[in-house]
């Protein structure tokens, strides 16, 4: 009686060793990480954009059992679950079919999802797409071509809530950074469409394809994805794949569609400061309180409420529908959840913001060029002092200013579990926590709120201690607050916590170290201060303090830093920086001690 052969001999070794990079690869990833690998230049603002629609959810590989039955003994001899059904593949099948001159009757690929887990143990799957090539069989050229160049190895994001809004945006973005249509298709054995694309050539991964899924019929969108195939891609798909005439058609139709692409990316990044006047401009007219979520109203409706010629008006709702502020269809306009925030009484409200990016710091970034020429912020510049002081003089849009400080208040919510805040909540007798320079108050009454036993000293220029007082007796933690009025060398003394936040990025570094030389002399050897402010990345990788640093540079003659700036600037005011955690909106809090 013969042995069996072990499992692992079922497929050829390279198969076996790309089955386990692919499952590692998989299991390692996050989706905004590498969305930024895959397409260089994907960041900030529109890389969350996209990782908000759509999740990593695999890779692929392409390989050739001997028998189908081998495939699952290999899936096993990986540590993969050998337990997955598999569907026929009907778009790897055809591609296969018209890339080697086959009939694609004859030839039965295999789909086969052995599930793994993510980093947070997210649901994922490895996809295997499997054809069965015998000893000796006729397809074993068609195997040894496609191990040596990779066709349908691939990286997956599956779309979230697909529809035709959401997927025409995010074939829009990956265009726009480089991914070039590459064929797809509908398979009707699972209800799903995918849209292929080859990724530029500075991807920082080895995939040179990535799939969107989206669940659903979207023959409609496909038809449009598959026009949009350079000529030569097209080319090898009818069966002239590997020929110098197919390569050559191909390099040139490639090189003409990254021209063009080149071309669009730069047009949409220079029309960027529209996006920014068609959100303020609706955020002024209150759009979003005269629109409805769940109603339509056309623009002639919404003209009247608003003041607003309808034509006009109209012309400002479609191009905030390809913002997707407000969503359109045949009876009108409707608002989406990021139209929501910019309703001056949503939780959480932006329109402070769009009102600060769309009106002054908008007319100082016209001086931009100024600013990096000279070091002067070109609010300065326009001004001729610089923002504090502007603001101080003017009610209404010092106002403005202090709610749109508020309206990032969203990364202050991890910090009342900070263990130094903890730790001091549960020490004997009252504890005080100081909020230096904190604005209205929102970080310093989530404090409270989260530690009864805590107190709160408030530290802040005359009309913003108005408005905090204001604010904060409205709250449960109003009995709680004190304030003092007073700038940097008014630090009052005998505090527990100290807390910073979003102060030091606006200043240099010789103001940063006559800052934190008050706070030294003021803070006891017992205390504790917290630093909130965003850190530059240590590499490339997308972050919003990138695009803040730019904004400081024009605005405040501020800076923002990695942590081993920070670090210096403590240790000269004799603090030491104890360790950092990470805050939403690409924020840290900073944990910083006397030494």
């Not at 895959?38 to 692929?60: I, N, Y």
């Not at 409420?305 to 009108?332: F, I």
């Not at 009864?452 to 009995?479: C, S």
Request: charged share 25%; with cysteine.
């Amino acid at each position: 009686m013969s042995t069996p052969a072990p499992a692992a001999t079922c497929l050829a070794p390279d198969d076996v060793r790309r089955l386990r990079a692919t499952a590692a690869f998989v299991r390692e990833q996050e989706t905004s990480l590498l969305l930024s690998r895959v397409l260089p230049g994907l960041d900030g603002p529109e890389l969350r954009a996209v990782a908000d629609r759509c999740r990593f959810s695999h890779a692929a590989l392409l390989v050739f059992p001997a028998d189908r039955p081998g495939t699952r003994s290999a899936l096993a001899a990986c540590g993969l679950p050998d337990d997955t059904g598999s569907r026929p593949s009907v778009v790897v099948r055809d591609r296969l079919a018209a890339r080697h001159g086959l009939d694609a009757a004859d030839l039965d690929v295999r789909i086969l999802r052995p599930a793994v887990r993510g980093p947070d143990g997210e649901h994922r799957t490895v996809e295997v797409f499997a054809l069965a090539v015998p000893p000796a069989s006729p397809l074993s050229a068609l195997a040894v071509h496609e191990r040596e160049h990779g066709h349908e190895a691939h990286l997956a994001f599956d779309v979230d809530r697909p529809d035709a809004l959401v997927l025409r945006g995010l074939r829009a973005s990956l265009a726009r950074h480089g991914a070039v249509a590459d064929g797809g298709g509908y398979n009707p054995h699972e209800d799903g469409t995918v849209f292929y694309f080859a990724t530029p050539a500075g991807t920082k991964t080895e995939y040179r394809r990535m799939e969107l899924y989206a669940s659903g019929d979207h023959r409609d969108l496909l038809a449009e994805h598959l026009a949009e195939r350079p000529s030569g891609h097209r080319a090898a798909e009818d069966g002239r794949d590997g020929t110098a005439t197919a390569e050559a058609d191909a390099g040139a139709a490639v090189g003409a569609a990254s021209d063009a692409l080149a071309a669009e990316t730069l047009l949409r990044l220079l029309t960027g400061a529209w996006t920014t006047q068609a959100l303020a401009t609706c955020a002024e007219l209150r759009l979003p309180e005269a629109l409805r979520p769940d109603t339509p109203r056309t623009a002639r409706q919404l003209a009247t409420e608003v003041g607003a010629r309808p034509d006009a008006l109209e012309t400002l709702l479609r191009y905030l529908a390809m913002l997707d502020v407000v969503t359109e269809d045949r009876d009108g306009f409707r608002l989406t959840p990021a139209g929501l925030l910019l309703r001056e009484d949503a939780a959480g409200s932006m329109r402070p913001l769009a009102l600060m990016y769309g009106g002054p710091f908008y007319r100082s970034f016209a001086h931009l060029a100024h600013a990096v020429r000279t070091g002067e912020p070109g609010f300065e510049h326009l001004h001729g002092e610089n923002h504090f002081d502007h603001f101080a003089r003017d009610p209404a849009l010092a106002a403005t200013f202090d709610r749109s400080m508020a309206a990032g208040a969203r990364m202050f919510d991890p910090v009342p579990a900070h263990p130094v805040l903890a730790a001091a909540a549960a020490g004997p007798g009252p504890r005080t926590v100081v909020d230096v320079a904190g604005g209205t108050g929102e970080l310093l009454e989530r404090v409270l709120a989260a530690h009864p036993a805590l107190r709160g000293v408030l530290l802040e220029r005359p009309h913003v201690v108005a408005a905090a007082r204001d604010r904060l007796a409205a709250t449960e933690v109003g009995a709680r607050c004190s304030y003092r009025v007073g700038d940097f060398a008014d630090v009052p003394g005998a505090g527990d916590v100290y807390l910073l936040s979003r102060v030091l990025h606006d200043w240099d570094d010789e103001r940063c170290r006559e800052i934190l030389a008050h706070l030294a002399d003021a803070m006891p050897a017992h205390a504790d201060l917290l630093v909130v402010e965003r850190l530059l990345p240590d590499d490339a990788a997308p972050s919003l303090a990138t695009a803040w640093d730019l904004h400081m540079l024009c605005n405040t003659g501020g800076r923002e830093r990695r942590a081993g700036a920070y670090a210096a600037l403590f240790d000269t005011a004799g603090l030491v920086l104890v360790g950092h955690r990470p805050l939403p909106l690409d924020a840290h809090v900073l944990h910083v001690r006397k030494r």
